[in-house]
C-alpha cells in the first residue's frame, strides 16, 4: 500500500545553518506530496505541496521537489530561524482526485539553537 | 474566520465509559476526516467523510465510529474506549487537495 517514510529526528541545527529532512514514497499511481508543520500544542498546518513530478513547492523560505525517479520529496531550507522549531510531517494522497486518504509520515522534530 | 474546532481538548475517561468528541467547520467543506497522533507513527486515519451521510474507513477505524448528519459537523465516537485508545486526535477539514485544515487537537487519556 500507499506509505511515506521520513527521517528520524528530532534534528538539531544552529541558527542559519542549512536544513535538509528526508522524505520517501511508496505509492501506486500519481501521488500528491505535502509537506506540514506542527507547532507545539497546535495542529498541523499545510507549509507546501506538489501534485507532479518535477514540481517544485515553496513556502517560507522551504523547498521541496517531487522526484518521481528517486521516489523523494525532501524539505529544504538555506538559513533557518530559532522560530522554524516544530515537527515536521511529510505526506501524500494517492492522486489529485483521490485526496479522501491521506498518508504521514512519523514526523520529524526539528530544534534551532540561536 | 476559517476555523475548525474540537471540543474538548483533554479528556481523561475509563475504560468502557462511551464518550463523544466533537468537531465543527465553518467554511462549508464536503470532505472531514479524523486522526490518531501517536509518537513514532505520525498522524493514522480513523474515517474520512466525503459529504453529509457518507463515511468510509481509513487506516485504524476500530474500535471507533463516525457520523454526518450535518455537513459542518463530523463527531468521533468512542463506544467502549480502552487504553490502547489514549492518543492525540485532529479533526480535519478540506475543500480540495491543498486546502486541510486540521483543528487544533483533543489529547485523550483512557484509564
Known amino acids: 500500500g500507499d506509505s511515506v517514510t521520513q527521517m528520524e529526528g528530532p534534528v538539531t541545527l544552529s541558527e542559519e545553518a542549512f536544513l535538509t529532512i528526508n522524505c520517501t514514497y511508496t505509492?501506486?499511481?500519481?501521488?500528491?506530496l505535502f509537506w506540514y508543520v506542527q507547532y507545539p500544542g497546535e495542529g498541523l498546518q499545510l507549509l507546501l505541496k506538489?501534485?507532479?513530478?518535477?514540481d517544485k513547492g515553496s513556502n517560507k523560505g522551504f523547498e521541496a521537489t517531487y522526484r518521481k525517479e528517486t521516489t523523494s520529496f525532501h524539505l529544504e531550507k538555506g538559513s533557518v530561524q530559532v522560530s522554524d522549531s516544530a515537527v515536521y510531517f511529510c505526506?501524500?494522497?494517492?492522486?489529485?482526485?483521490?485526496?479522501?486518504?491521506?498518508?504521514f509520515g512519523s514526523g520529524t522534530k526539528l530544534n534551532v539553537k540561536p | 474566520e476559517a476555523q475548525v474546532t474540537q471540543n474538548p481538548r483533554y479528556l481523561i475517561t475509563v475504560t468502557g465509559k462511551k464518550l463523544t468528541v466533537t468537531c465543527s467547520q465553518n467554511?462549508?467543506?464536503?470532505?472531514m476526516s479524523w486522526y490518531r497522533q501517536d509518537p513514532g507513527l505520525g498522524l493514522r486515519q480513523i474515517y474520512y467523510?466525503?459529504?453529509?451521510?457518507?463515511?468510509d474507513k481509513g487506516d485504524v477505524p476500530e474500535g471507533y465510529k463516525v457520523s454526518r448528519k450535518e455537513k459542518r459537523n463530523f463527531p468521533l465516537i468512542l463506544e467502549s474506549p480502552s487504553p490502547n485508545q489514549t492518543s492525540l486526535y485532529f479533526c480535519?477539514?478540506?475543500?480540495?487537495?491543498?486546502?486541510?485544515?486540521f483543528g487544533p487537537g483533543t489529547r485523550l487519556t483512557v484509564l
Open positions: 467554511m462549508n467543506h464536503e470532505y
Open positions: 467523510s466525503m459529504n453529509v451521510e457518507v463515511t
Open positions: 505526506a501524500l494522497t494517492p492522486g489529485l482526485y483521490n485526496f479522501n486518504k491521506f498518508y
Open positions: 506538489a501534485t507532479k513530478a518535477d
Open positions: 505509492a501506486t499511481g500519481y501521488p500528491s
Open positions: 480535519a477539514s478540506q475543500g480540495g487537495v491543498t486546502k486541510q485544515f
